[in-house]
């Protein structure tokens, strides 16, 4: 092995152990803001009891939880019943690594180690675990493998709620999937290139994307929430109906698991609103933090951080807001609404830059930019207050009181 | 259709999702800001605006007189009127012919804590009190006998008073 290729695999696994203990120990701290939020929108201090301000309520519950016993059903399906935590919990986790999380550090390294030998990294080191070219892609394929644990814990528990809810669970991931795919289509389009750091790049140069592409923020956000299986899309574990859902059977660690999948969820969903539609790392107003060094790159990752940490927030802040959707409603906004909205979105989206670029010849990114941010505040416009008036979220009911008295029941009285 | 939903004909201002969303959002976060309103329980167990009523009835205390003898007569009255019947009494008579409780014991698990004890006794002897903590480690624990029963020190219930409705 040649010492640069030494040195890239030196780097990628401290960055790799470094991302994932934080995401790790993030995530647990994480479990005490949305109890403290909670407590908080409630008038009520939360959680205060273990450590100054309840700062080590965390690390409580990792012990009791690793401390507990495990029950395991009779009837379950044990390899699967095993298997499920991990498989909910692997992809999760995962998607972190491939989020820039900071701008990219020059490096200039050359030492020989025990045990490596030379080893040498000169040149640029992008801020993710792994910078792939198909970032994008890799995120949207492992986002959707989680339903895979969900879907199979619910049935290897061979129990009817945890079926139920693994069973909702699927159907929803894969309807929100569908949207949240085709919401980022515009990104693509106007980004040109799959690549986070190549998309961040971009909305330097021009406009954030919130901007220019309004409405596929919209989409993506309402189904990051479903992605999240959080309030209000937390059919799967709908504790009124459902006792726990998907998790009803499983106690102690593996449903720890489960816990820290979703955490994991929202700091992805969190971290890619931040990353594709509020500009990343990036600092706005200047271009000091494009030069690279030391300070800009610590900087900038307390940027990425506090946009992340405002979105995480913001996911909490709506769980305690609103309540559940009835079941056919979900299904009605993800196929009748979001899926047909970011459709006719890609399409809008596409003619624009097209009339843009090849007819009005614009090819400065801020121009681009803001000719579709005025776009967007048109179409922003029309749908909430056009669309939003009772049609958005509708269900399985006739729309008129005529329609409905056309049905057979009534018909034969 | 399977189920049927009854749709209710709204104005449609009030059928606007994204601004009913955004609506509780700001209502939230202003609750966010407010003052937290809990009491820090076993550190503060009553705050400026809130303590417990006088009139709570919780585990039983029986009065004494000066030389330390409970007041208790076991005139019977007080197991004849209990709903849960959970008092024991056994009475005894000096040589005087005072009646007193040979055995007198309230199982406090079966106690429904409706007062009637306390209305009814002649003496003033048995009362409820204003007491709450009650934890054991057994559950024989929680059958009360006469010595313990004297040796409470919670103040004592005052009951319903019919001309102060409200307790004031």
């Known amino acids: 092995m040649t010492p640069d290729q030494k040195g890239f695999l030196l ?46 309520q965390p690390v409580a519950d990792g012990i009791k939880n690793f401390i507990k016993e495990e029950t395991r059903p009779a009837s379950a399906n044990e390899f699967l019943f095993l298997l499920a935590p991990a498989l909910s919990f692997i992809p999760a986790v995962i998607l972190i690594g491939v989020i820039p999380l900071a701008a990219p550090l020059p490096v200039d390294f050359a030492a020989d180690l025990p045990l490596l030998g030379l080893t040498t990294f000169h040149g640029m ?42 069973l909702r669970a699927a159907a929803q991931l894969i309807s929100y999937e569908v949207a949240m795919g085709l919401s980022l289509i515009p990104v693509l389009l106007v980004s040109g290139n799959a690549s986070f750091s190549a998309i961040i790049a971009r909305q330097q140069q021009g406009l954030w994307f919130i901007m220019p592409l309004f409405l596929s923020f919209f989409i993506f956000l309402i189904s990051g929430f479903a992605e999240t299986n959080r309030l209000p899309f937390d059919l799967p ?20 698991l489960f816990m820290i999948a979703e955490y994991a969820h929202i700091v992805t969903v969190a971290a890619m609103v931040a990353t594709l539609f509020f500009g990343g790392w990036d600092m706005p107003f200047t271009h000091w933090d494009e030069r690279g060094g030391l300070l800009q790159t610590v900087v900038t990752g307390a940027c990425f951080f506090a946009k992340t940490f405002f979105w995480i927030f913001f996911v909490i802040w709506i769980r305690w807001t609103l309540p559940r959707f009835r079941y056919d409603q ?24 097209e009339i843009i670029q090849a007819s009005l010849g614009w090819t400065d990114p801020k121009a681009q930019g803001f000719a579709l941010f005025a776009l967007n505040l048109l179409l922003g416009w029309a749908m909430f207050f056009l669309l939003d008036r009772g049609r958005v979220v509708r269900g399985v009911a006739p729309r008129t009181r005529a329609a409905s008295s056309m049905s057979p029941r009534e018909g034969a009285a | 259709m399977a189920i049927g939903v009854k ?36 550190e503060a167990k009553s705050t400026d605006d809130w303590r417990i009523a006088t009139r709570w009835r919780g585990t039983h205390r029986m009065l004494t007189d000066e030389q330390g003898r409970s007041k208790c007569v076991a005139c019977g009255l007080c197991p004849q009127i209990c709903p849960a019947n959970c008092i024991k009494l056994v009475p005894g008579e000096d040589e005087a012919g005072n009646r007193y409780p040979l055995i007198y014991e309230i199982d406090e698990f079966r106690c429904v804590f409706c007062g009637y004890c306390q209305e009814v006794c002649p003496e003033e002897a048995i009362h409820v009190g204003v007491h709450y903590e009650n934890s054991e480690y057994s559950r024989d624990r929680f059958v009360y006998d006469l010595e313990r029963l004297s040796a409470q020190t919670h103040p004592v219930s005052t009951l319903w008073d019919p001309s102060d409705p409200r307790g004031e």
């Open chain 1, 11 to 56: 780097f990628a696994v401290i960055k790799l152990l470094v991302v994932f203990s934080v995401m790790l120990a993030g995530v647990a701290l994480l479990t005490l803001v949305e109890r403290k939020v909670a407590g908080w929108m409630q008038n009520r201090p939360g959680p205060n009891r273990v450590g100054p301000f309840g700062i080590l």
């Open chain 1, 125 to 166: 080191m992008p801020m993710s675990v792994a910078d792939l070219p198909i970032g994008f892609i890799f995120i949207l394929a492992f986002s959707s493998l989680g339903v895979y644990g969900i879907a199979l814990a619910g049935w290897s528990s061979n129990s009817k709620y945890s079926l139920i809810g693994g």
């Open chain 1, 237 to 256: 574990e709908a504790e009124s109906e459902l006792v726990a859902g998907y998790h009803s059977e499983y106690s102690a660690m593996k449903f720890s």
């Open chain 1, 330 to 353: 979900l299904m009605a906004l993800g196929w009748k609404i979001l899926l047909p909205l970011s459709l006719a979105y890609i399409m809008v989206v596409a003619v624009a830059i």
């Open chain 2, 7 to 42: 749709v209710m004909a709204r104005p449609e201002r009030e059928v606007s999702y994204v601004r009913a969303t955004l609506k509780g959002m700001a209502l939230t976060f202003k609750h966010m800001l407010q003052a937290r309103v809990t009491m820090q329980y076993p």
